[in-house]
């Protein structure tokens, strides 16, 4: 017997019936639920939602039956620790790569060339802006016509498409370059971009294949323009969208820069979250590392990025480093000097990423930002590790770890196929009595209805 903390999340698609007290209640649940959660967990579920009927604190529930739900029948033999959707089994870290063609071109050939196809990366970026002028020759229509297409002529190569929808346009010129053009306000508060976002929807869904997608990735860095307690807003309003429209093959990712400030975690003074918006909209946390200081050293961007770490982790979510790169180094060919390469950027990464359970995928961005306009003025590396033999060697040597998953590997993420794990959980008829529930935490505004945290004492569990 012992204290259980859950964290509830209920929206109407479909209904499961549990008896309590001689009552039946009707429990609605959607995709995202049922999909994130064990089954002894959605029981739980579902038996806290039937003692919240009566009153708060009760006492002598009982569940039993099959917990063979439709849809939560994944591999037996594979554990996931958080239960999230295309999370990896435990101990794995997923690979992937960027989203510059020639980058990614170089490394799959020097993959291939190394004979290599067991490493291939099973993960690949892709950015699209919701603002983007509609009248630009690469405007809206056409980006999104181009990833449409892409998506539908196989151009991921079976990788995963790690989505990312920025929430604002191209930059501005002059004094206004780094303000004024977020538009996540205006995604909040008004319809005027609904029609792009459900176009965007639309797509993702004819897709139907698996996809990550950031919503306005590293929300807080100044260079994106966006409003504090709006954006959470938007965040919220397009995870909703998706689900409105029956989507259930997207993961949704949350994701911070440390070059930001770090109180992606703080409100304003009516209570109000700047930043996050809410563990009930978001699949995994993301993260993006670029110097290494950020990741190693201990100083105050190294800080801002555990204490994001560690927020995910109490929020029991997975984290995807979503870009990284080798920002200040400049790679030559030069073999001799590989060693050197690869303990000033990546010894140094790799440790990082493997010290932290919580971390299960990222993607290495391989490519030259020294010709990549304002990357280069702003004085990024050259980070393409295929023009160094030995480099990308060594790179190689590091990603066939037993603990690095490939794109081989990628139905064994849970849901891949539309089934699920165990969640560390196993299944089979079970009795859960409750003896005991408590409310302890509360939505923080009341429009997030549903989300709530509950202890729970049972027995049999």
Same mark, same amino acid.
């Given at each position: 017997?012992?204290?259980?903390?859950?964290?509830?999340?209920?929206?109407?698609?479909?209904?499961?019936?549990?008896?309590?007290?001689?009552?039946?209640?009707?429990?609605?649940?959607?995709?995202?639920?049922?999909?994130?959660?064990?089954?002894?967990?959605?029981?739980?579920?579902?038996?806290?939602?039937?003692?919240?009927?009566?009153?708060?604190?009760?006492?002598?529930?009982?569940?039993?039956?099959?917990?063979?739900?439709?849809?939560?029948?994944?591999?037996?033999?594979?554990?996931?620790?958080?239960?999230?959707?295309?999370?990896?089994?435990?101990?794995?870290?997923?690979?992937?790569?960027?989203?510059?063609?020639?980058?990614?071109?170089?490394?799959?050939?020097?993959?291939?060339?190394?004979?290599?196809?067991?490493?291939?990366?099973?993960?690949?970026?892709?950015?699209?802006?919701?603002?983007?002028?509609?009248?630009?020759?690469?405007?809206?229509?056409?980006? %999104?016509?181009?990833? *449409?297409?892409?998506?539908?002529?196989?151009?991921?190569?079976?990788?995963?498409?790690?989505?990312?929808?920025?929430?604002?346009?191209?930059?501005?010129?002059?004094?206004?370059?780094?303000?004024?053009?977020?538009?996540?306000?205006?995604?909040?508060?008004?319809?005027?971009?609904?029609?792009?976002?459900?176009?965007?929807?639309?797509?993702?869904?004819?897709?139907?294949?698996?996809?990550?997608?950031?919503?306005?990735?590293?929300?807080?860095?100044?260079?994106?323009?966006?409003?504090?307690?709006?954006?959470?807003?938007?965040?919220?309003?397009?995870?909703?969208?998706?689900?409105?429209?029956?989507?259930?093959?997207?993961?949704?990712?949350?994701?911070?820069?440390?070059?930001?400030?770090?109180?992606?975690?703080?409100?304003?003074?009516?209570?109000?979250?700047?930043?996050?918006?809410?563990?009930?909209?978001?699949?995994?946390?993301?993260?993006?590392?670029?110097?290494?200081?950020?990741?190693?050293?201990?100083?105050?961007?190294?800080?801002?990025?555990?204490?994001?770490?560690?927020?995910?982790?109490?929020?029991?979510?997975?984290?995807?480093?979503?870009?990284?790169?080798?920002?200040?180094?400049?790679?030559?060919?030069?073999?001799?000097?590989?060693?050197?390469?690869?303990?000033?950027?990546?010894?140094?990464?790799?440790?990082? %990423?493997?010290?932290?359970?919580?971390?299960?995928?990222?993607?290495?961005?391989?490519?030259?930002?020294?010709?990549?306009?304002?990357?280069?003025?702003?004085?990024?590396?050259?980070?393409?590790?295929?023009?160094?033999?030995?480099?990308?060697?060594?790179? %190689?040597?590091?990603?066939?770890?037993?603990?690095?998953?490939?794109?081989?590997?990628?139905?064994?993420?849970?849901?891949?196929?539309?089934?699920?794990?165990?969640?560390?959980?196993?299944?089979?008829?079970? *009795?859960?009595?409750?003896?005991?529930?408590?409310?302890?935490?509360?939505?923080?505004?009341?429009?997030?209805?549903?989300?709530?945290?509950?202890?729970?004492?049972?027995?049999?569990?």
């Amino acid at each position: 017997m012992g204290w259980v903390p859950y964290v509830m999340r209920v929206f109407h698609r479909g209904a499961h019936s549990i008896s309590s007290g001689g009552n039946v209640f009707s429990l609605p649940y959607t995709a995202q639920f049922m999909r994130n959660k064990s089954v002894p967990s959605i029981l739980l579920a579902a038996l806290l939602l039937a003692v919240l009927m009566s009153p708060l604190v009760g006492t002598g529930a009982t569940v039993s039956g099959s917990q063979g739900t439709e849809g939560d029948t994944g591999d037996s033999a594979l554990n996931y620790t958080y239960g999230a959707y295309l999370e990896p089994p435990e101990d794995r870290i997923l690979h992937g790569i960027g989203q510059w063609n020639n980058g990614n071109a170089n490394f799959l050939a020097a993959l291939d060339n190394l004979s290599a196809t067991a490493q291939l990366p099973a993960s690949e970026l892709m950015f699209l802006n919701l603002d983007d002028n509609e009248d630009d020759v690469r405007g809206w229509n056409w980006s %999104l016509n181009a990833l *449409t297409e892409n998506l539908a002529n196989g151009e991921f190569e079976g990788r995963i498409p790690s989505l990312s929808l920025a929430l604002r346009g191209e930059h501005l010129s002059g004094d206004d370059y780094y303000e004024g053009y977020g538009i996540d306000e205006l995604v909040a508060t008004t319809d005027e971009y609904d029609y792009r976002i459900q176009e965007y929807i639309d797509m993702v869904m004819d897709y139907d294949q698996p996809v990550f997608l950031r919503i306005g990735g590293e929300f807080s860095g100044f260079w994106n323009g966006y409003e504090p307690v709006m954006y959470p807003l938007a965040f919220r309003k397009i995870v909703q969208m998706f689900r409105d429209s029956g989507a259930d093959n997207v993961a949704f990712v949350w994701c911070y820069e440390p070059a930001a400030p770090g109180n992606f975690a703080e409100v304003d003074h009516d209570g109000n979250y700047l930043w996050f918006p809410g563990n009930d909209v978001i699949d995994w946390y993301g993260i993006d590392v670029f110097h290494t200081n950020e990741f190693s050293g201990g100083g105050v961007k190294h800080d801002r990025t555990e204490a994001f770490l560690e927020m995910a982790l109490d929020a029991g979510k997975p984290v995807v480093v979503a870009e990284t790169t080798a920002r200040d180094t400049i790679i030559t060919n030069d073999s001799e000097m590989a060693t050197s390469y690869w303990d000033e950027w990546f010894d140094l990464f790799f440790t990082w %990423l493997n010290d932290h359970e919580q971390i299960k995928a990222f993607h290495y961005i391989n490519v030259d930002w020294t010709v990549l306009g304002h990357y280069g003025e702003a004085g990024w590396g050259q980070a393409d590790i295929t023009v160094n033999p030995a480099l990308m060697q060594m790179f %190689l040597d590091e990603i066939s770890g037993e603990q690095y998953m490939h794109l081989g590997e990628i139905e064994d993420l849970n849901g891949y196929n539309g089934t699920n794990g165990t969640n560390g959980a196993e299944s089979g008829d079970e *009795t859960i009595t409750v003896n005991h529930v408590v409310l302890v935490d509360t939505p923080p505004h009341k429009e997030w209805s549903w989300n709530y945290s509950y202890q729970t004492e049972v027995n049999d569990l």
